[in-house]
């Protein structure tokens, strides 16, 4: 149903760059422009300030692989409720990797020592004397806990000799299908917004014994909280996978299942000699309660690269959508956020199977 969706909002977009045709001409921008600094940072307890600092360029500079648009020199203040801390020193980050260029790389940044805690409201502003002034100000989320997560097992298909689990006398393969409802309590007052990221464990192996995922695909469609920023139309017409951002609008105050659909499961699983580490590899959720301007940002993206405004915009139809920014030249954003974490054990979602 997604690919004839594609096909679909395809063709649209196709007959109406049809029926413009004749609007364009082939020329070269010649618009003014100056360079502005851009500032990005994500910003949680119990962790040092990372802060990018780069400056905006024209897309007729080239690609930005190949310009140096990282700013080293400024001068970057942190204020803390108000009050100023720190100055942030110059420093690297990263160790990213570059497929285009196939190496890693460090990316320039400056850090600050002060590390932040929930509740601090947070300002940085950065002074360059090639490209002026920049601040941005956010505040640092408390984290929403995580009450429990239980399992609905609706397909465990196993391949090996499961009568003597979590001890195996032979390497077992199980494909599976469930969900996860994870509960959680939504603070009583508006204004709350989430963000799940799902993960697994550090894979660990030995001769004898290893537990660990082949295939994990997540469909986050099956929650409704997940698409509640897509209309109707952009339902039809969009692949709307992939989004895991979510408001308490629906949900204010209340305690809610959350539920992570997981349609297509392989996990193998070794432990002869009944040891702890198999049976605790698991996949990992992790709840974080971001701030509204990061809410913001990621809609703002998905509106301008999926939604029906950045297509109808993209053909000369609406205004063009941009990204949102909470930085004073409109460029960048910085965001804050504080997560709570939980594993559940494969294992564990195996035996709840055999319990059905």
């Known amino acids: ?23 364009y001409t082939t020329f070269e921008p010649d618009l003014p ?80 020592t002060y590390v932040p805690k929930s ?20 505040k640092v989320p408390y984290p929403v806990p995580v009450v429990r997560v239980v399992p609905d097992v609706k397909e465990c298909v196993a391949v090996g000799n499961t009568s003597q689990l979590p001890v195996t006398t ?23 917004y989430y963000d799940l990221v799902v993960s697994y464990s550090q894979y660990q192996n030995d001769e004898d014994c290893y537990s660990y995922l082949s295939t994990l695909w997540v469909d986050f469609t099956k929650e409704p909280l997940f698409t509640e920023h897509i209309s109707a139309l952009e339902s039809a017409l969009t692949d709307n996978n992939g989004y895991s ?58 509106q301008a690269n999926t939604g029906i405004v950045g297509a109808l915009g993209g053909v000369g139809l609406a205004s063009p959508a941009f990204a949102y920014s909470n930085v004073s030249t409109g460029a960048g954003i910085v965001a804050a956020y504080a997560e709570s974490e939980i594993t559940i054990p494969l294992i564990d979602i195996v035996e709840a199977a055999k319990q059905k």
């Open 119 to 138: 509740g601090d409201r947070i300002r940085l502003e950065a002074t360059s004397r090639e490209y002026g002034e920049a601040w941005a100000e956010t």
């Open 33 to 112: 422009s100056t360079p502005v600094l851009c500032m990005n940072s994500q910003i949680r307890p119990g962790e040092e300030i990372t802060l990018m600092l780069t400056r905006t360029w024209l897309w007729t500079e080239g690609d930005e692989k190949n310009l140096n648009i990282f700013v080293t020199d400024a001068e970057v203040r942190l204020i803390v409720n108000g009050e100023f801390r720190e100055n942030l020193s110059p420093s690297v980050t990263g160790n990213g990797y570059d497929p285009d260029h196939f190496l890693y790389e460090e990316y320039k940044c400056f850090k600050s």
């Open 245 to 302: 951002i979510f408001s308490d609008r629906q949900i204010n105050g209340k305690t809610y299942p959350l539920r992570i659909n997981f349609p297509i499961t392989t996990f193998y699983y070794s432990n002869p000699l009944n040891q702890q580490w198999p049976k605790d590899y698991g996949i990992v959720l992790t709840l974080r309660h971001i701030d509204e301007d990061y809410y913001k940002h990621v809609i703002s993206v998905w």
């Open 170 to 192: 032979e390497p077992i393969t199980f494909d599976m299908n469930f969900d996860l409802m994870l509960y959680f309590t939504d603070p009583d007052v508006r204004g709350n």
């Open 1 to 23: 149903m997604a690919i004839l969706r594609r096909i679909y909002t395809l063709l649209l977009l196709l007959a109406v760059a049809a029926g413009l045709t004749s609007c």
